[in-house]
């Protein structure tokens, strides 16, 4: 089958665009807000995009929440969504009044970020704690705003919980990701493939 974006008459109970382009890792944003409240909520539009330095991103479809404080605060964390934490990270979604605390929601732990003032979920077996560079939001073909709006940010610290570093790695079949796989379905990663890349490019 084929079917044009535009149109979207893909003939399907529900548009596959996010079942073809997954499994996709949870940003779990945790972000304050200028009165002080926390504020907790996943993202899979999020994802690594850079190494030197180490810079994430997550996207919001909608100008919600965690875009708002990023944008007023200028920092953010992002929690390590892992099997174990799967039903807690699906309550901390739910779309609730701003100044609402999904760690409280969602019975976990708001611990402070120790170079940036936002909070990160303690109970996760890593966290990133990030200062924001850039907000964009995203254009169409036609150069038009769209209503998706990514936020890009530097890393500057990382947590880990020791239990998940096994021979000096950090051991994701222990840490055990939960992964965004389109609809309302979700996936893990084991068992892990180990591929090296080849030596030289190949020719021909």
Excluded at 20 to 27: F, L, T, Y
Excluded at 60 to 87: H, I
Excluded at 111 to 125: C, I, K, N, R
Aim: aromatic share 8%.
């Amino acid at each position: 089958m084929f079917y044009d974006t535009e149109s979207n008459a893909h003939g399907m109970a529900h548009d596959p665009f996010k079942a073809i382009v997954a499994p996709r890792p949870i940003g779990w944003i945790g972000t304050r807000g200028r009165d002080g409240s926390n504020n907790l909520s996943p993202y899979s539009f999020f994802n690594a995009v850079g190494d030197r330095p180490k810079m994430v991103m997550f996207s919001s479809s909608g100008r919600k929440d965690s875009l708002r404080n990023a944008a007023e605060t200028g920092v953010f964390t992002t929690s390590f969504a892992s099997r174990a934490l799967l039903e807690k990270m699906s309550v901390s979604s739910a779309a609730v009044p701003y100044g609402t605390d999904e760690f409280q929601l969602s019975g976990l732990t708001a611990v402070d970020g120790l170079l940036v003032s936002a909070p990160f979920v303690g109970e996760a077996v890593a966290a990133l704690e990030c200062r924001v560079t850039m907000i964009t939001t995203l254009r169409d073909v036609d150069g038009a705003e769209t209503d998706s709006h990514v936020v890009f940010g530097q890393v500057m610290g990382v947590h880990i919980d020791e239990a998940v570093i096994r021979n000096g790695r950090f051991d994701l079949a222990l840490a055990d990701p939960i992964l965004r796989a389109g609809y309302m379905d979700y996936a893990g990663i084991t068992p892990l493939i180990e591929l090296a890349r080849p030596s030289q490019r190949p020719t021909g």
